[in-house]
T-cell receptor
Framework: RKEVEQDPGPFNVPEGATVAFNCTYS??????FFWYRQDCRKEPKLLMS???SGNEDGRFTAQLNRASQYISLLIRDSKLSDSATYLC????????????FGSGTRLSIRP | NAGVTQTPKFQVLKTGQSMTLQCAQD?????MYWYRQDPGMGLRLIYY???????DKGEVPNGYNVSRLNKREFSLRLESAAPSQTSVYFC???????????FGEGSRLTVL
C-alpha cells in the first residue's frame, strides 16, 4: 500500500460547483500536510498548508482528520481557472524527514 | 526573481548516451531535490541533498548520480540512459523541511 494515496479522478464539475477530494496516509509518524497545485505541463506549486484545526484561504478549505488518517481539500464556487491537478504532500518525521507526494487528483471545471 | 532554474528544458537521447541535468537556486535554501514524474505515478524522489556536501538516495536512485556542487547547484547525471528513464524531471529546493518546495520548470527527457 502506498504511504499517500489520492483518487486520481478526473473530477469534472460545472463552474460554480463545490468539489472536495481526499488524500489518505498510512504512516503514523509525526507529519505535516500540504496541498500543491500542478497545471498541465507545469511545475507543482504550494497551494496551502493543512493545519490540525483546519484552515481556509478564500474559496479553499483544507481539513485534517488524524483519527482516520486523511486530509481533504474543498473548493467552493469553482472557477475555470481551478482546473489543474491537486497533489497531496505529507512530510513524515522520524529519524529522517521524508516528503511523500500523492499521485494527484485531476480536476476539470466546465463552463 | 529566478527561483529554481533547470537546464535543459528538453532533451532527446539515444539508449546508452549520458547527460547531466543542471539545477541552480538563488533562494539560499539548504535542501535540494531531484524528482521524476511519470503519468499516473506522481512525483518520485530520485536523490536529495539536505545540505551542501551531503546527498542521499530517494525512492528511485538506480541509474542516476548526483552532485551537490555548492549550496546553489545540484546536478543529476544519467551515465547510460535507458528508455525507462524517459520522464519529466523536476528539481526543487526548500529551507530545511518546511514543506514548501520550490520547483524548477522541469526537464522533459526522451530516451530512444
Amino acid at each position: 500500500r502506498k504511504e499517500v494515496e489520492q483518487d486520481p479522478g478526473p473530477f469534472n464539475v460545472p463552474e460554480g460547483a463545490t468539489v472536495a477530494f481526499n488524500c489518505t496516509y498510512s504512516n503514523s509518524a509525526s507529519q505535516s500536510f500540504f496541498w500543491y497545485r500542478q497545471d498541465c505541463r507545469k511545475e507543482p506549486k504550494l497551494l496551502m498548508s493543512v493545519y490540525s484545526s483546519g484552515n481556509e484561504d478564500g474559496r479553499f478549505t483544507a481539513q485534517l482528520n488524524r483519527a482516520s488518517q486523511y486530509i481533504s481539500l474543498l473548493i467552493r464556487d469553482s472557477k475555470l481557472s481551478d482546473s489543474a491537478t491537486y497533489l497531496c504532500v505529507v512530510i513524515f518525521y522520524s529519524s529522517a524527514s521524508k516528503i511523500i507526494f500523492g499521485s494527484g487528483t485531476r480536476l476539470s471545471i466546465r463552463p | 526573481n529566478a527561483g529554481v532554474t533547470q537546464t535543459p528544458k528538453f532533451q532527446v537521447l539515444k539508449t546508452g548516451q549520458s547527460m547531466t541535468l543542471q539545477c541552480a537556486q538563488d533562494m539560499n535554501h539548504n535542501s535540494m531535490y531531484w524528482y521524476r514524474q511519470d503519468p499516473g505515478m506522481g512525483l518520485r524522489l530520485i536523490y536529495y541533498s539536505a545540505s551542501e556536501g551531503t546527498t542521499d538516495k530517494g525512492e528511485v536512485p538506480n541509474g542516476y548520480n548526483v552532485s551537490r556542487l555548492n549550496k546553489r547547484e545540484f546536478s543529476l547525471r544519467l551515465e547510460s540512459a535507458a528508455p525507462s528513464q524517459t520522464s519529466v524531471y523536476f528539481c526543487a529546493s526548500s529551507q530545511v523541511n518546511t514543506g514548501e518546495l520550490f520547483f524548477g520548470e522541469g526537464s522533459r527527457l526522451t530516451v530512444l
